[in-house]
């Protein structure tokens, strides 16, 4: 992954943040957009990255809670932060 898609990346998940309400197909998509693939283990959907945590993306029909969204993107970050680490 280029440094220029990192920081694309970046930019999307400040603006997720930026948003009170945020429905679960959209961080699946960002999960999936930074290197993580869909597991079938799980009661919710898990994704995975090799040397990362598993992910569990609830998917509901309504927004997700602030704070779980929060705690998701706060996981991709990080996961931005070793990809980082691992091309410079």
């Known amino acids: 992954m280029t ?16 948003k009170s309400q945020v429905p679960s197909w959209e961080l699946q998509n960002l999960a999936e957009a930074i ?3 869909k597991s079938k283990r ?15 993306i609830q998917n509901h029909s309504r ?9 998701v993107l706060e996981i991709l970050e990080g996961d931005l932060d070793a990809i980082e680490e691992v091309t410079s």
């Open 63 to 71: 927004p997700m809670p602030r704070y779980t969204k929060d705690s």
């Open 35 to 37: 290197g993580r693939t």
């Open 3 to 18: 440094l220029k898609k990192i920081e694309e990346l970046r930019l999307r998940i400040a603006g997720l943040r930026a």
């Open 42 to 56: 799980g009661k919710h959907p898990m994704y995975e990255m090799l040397g990362r945590p598993s992910l569990a």
